[in-house]
């Protein structure tokens, strides 16, 4: 199996293997993020992200690890594009049926599985919505993208401290919210 | 108070690092967690999905696509940049040719005795640092020949002016009645070379053995001859240097 570096530099080069190699580990994550995100078109922005990274692969140096933190920093870069042009044009965003819908057409092989997906998904989407705009964006590039405190800190443009404090209010608000159905439920 | 409260209130308390574990999918050991917990399992397991087949295969007709648009771009740089690069090497390798055969030129141009500019760059150099004596002062600073021994015989300083009669004074007692005399050969000698004595370090100290001594005998700075040189001892120039006028001022 070829290391990271072996990748990159054939990526650099144009070899379609490293280019697809580099799609299959990191689409996943891009394409839940932007779901999960609301994305209005997720599967073409994951395609514009990957075109990007693939173009930008030349300027850039680091390890594995920010090597994911930077695709998903252009990921959120086209996301946010995304929102601009769609504030533009008033078009409205995914539904979080459809992020459940999208998210069970994946193969799974199982049927009961699928259902229990859907629900997850579903369940997670609707908790995701309880959440402000900034919260959702740390609490998913921390845990779909896997990304540290640091890493997150640098792609949304804040300190590390005050992503550490979103994220804190963000559990409490989720924590609250599942309580709640909880006790109604 | 409502057991929502009471929930609150715990979770409120969580440390940074439970919650970083609930982010990172590890399990806590605080109550209430639980939930928060699947919430995080299920967002990863559910959202971080492989995209369908089509789609996939699309994007990467679509990335490798652009890979291969990019590379023709970035090669003609790498081909500027490597032709750069071998320019460089030959415009260094030319320089350093150049700067050989210049070397390489050398002894045939320059004399074997190199030393003598550094010498005199090094005594010009006392001149300058050094403040202007009387001929009352003694006329050797211990702490400009630090190797010197105390008991060594001192050469005469050059910049004493009546250094060549005190000379002369010296010559003229040895010759009457002084044990070195006596014995014959070798303080007559060194009196006769006028080099500094052989105890002392002239070779290695630029600046003490190879300062031209007016007094026995030795050449000015400016006429200093090539057999004089630092390296092969101060005294070799014999007596017939210059004169005491060519002593340099203090």
């Known amino acids: 199996m070829a290391t990271f570096e072996e990748v990159l530099r054939a990526g650099r080069d144009g070899r379609e293997w490293a280019v697809e190699s580099i799609y299959r580990d990191l689409a996943p994550a891009v394409l839940g993020y932007l779901r999960a995100q609301r994305a209005a078109e997720p599967e073409d922005l994951t395609s514009e992200v990957f075109v990007g990274v693939v173009r930008g692969l030349a300027s850039f140096s680091g390890d594995a690890k920010s090597f994911r933190s930077w695709v998903f920093s252009i990921a959120h870069r086209r996301l946010i594009d995304e929102r601009r042009r769609l504030a533009r044009s008033r078009e409205e965003p995914a539904d979080p049926v459809e992020l459940a819908g999208g998210v069970a057409g994946a193969p799974r092989g199982d049927v009961e599985d699928e259902g229990l997906a859907r629900l997850g998904a579903r369940w997670a989407a609707e908790l995701l919505d309880t959440l402000t705009e900034e919260q959702r964006t740390v609490v998913l590039l921390r845990v779909v993208a896997d990304l540290s405190v640091r890493q997150v800190a640098d792609i949304t443009g804040r300190s590390p401290g005050a992503v550490k404090t979103m994220q804190r209010r963000a559990l409490l608000q989720l924590a609250r919210r599942i309580e709640r159905e909880g006790v109604s439920g | 108070m409502s057991p929502l409260d009471d929930y609150q209130d715990e979770m409120s308390r969580l440390t940074s690092e439970q919650i970083e574990s609930i982010l990172d999918g590890r399990p806590v050991e605080a109550p209430g967690t639980e939930r928060l917990e699947m919430f995080v399992h299920d967002l990863r397991r559910n959202i971080v999905v492989d ?105 005469p300083s050059a910049r004493s002016t009546d250094g060549c009669a005190k000379a002369a004074a010296a010559a003229g007692a040895a010759s009457a009645g002084d044990p070195c005399a006596k014995g014959g050969g070798k303080g007559e000698d060194r009196r006769d070379d006028g080099g500094p004595p052989e105890e002392l370090p002239g070779p290695s100290r630029p600046g003490s053995g190879s300062r031209p001594n007016p007094e026995s005998g030795g050449s000015p700075p400016g006429d200093v001859p090539i057999g004089s040189s630092g390296a092969s001892g101060g005294g070799r120039s014999g007596g017939s240097g210059g004169a005491p006028g060519d002593v340099p001022a203090p």
């Open chain 2, 51 to 155: 995209p369908e087949p089509e789609t996939a295969a699309r994007h990467v007709a679509a990335i490798t696509a652009a890979a291969r648009t990019v590379v023709p771009r970035l090669r003609p740089r790498r081909l500027t940049t490597k032709l750069a690069f071998a320019a460089a090497l030959l415009l260094g390798a030319g320089v350093a040719t150049a700067a050989t055969v210049r070397l390489g030129d050398a002894p045939g141009i320059v004399p074997d005795d190199l030393p003598i500019p550094v010498r005199t760059e090094v005594e010009a150099d006392d001149q300058v640092s050094e403040p202007p004596r009387t001929t009352d002062e003694p006329t050797e600073d211990v702490t400009e020949r630090p190797s010197e021994r105390d008991d060594e015989p001192r050469a």
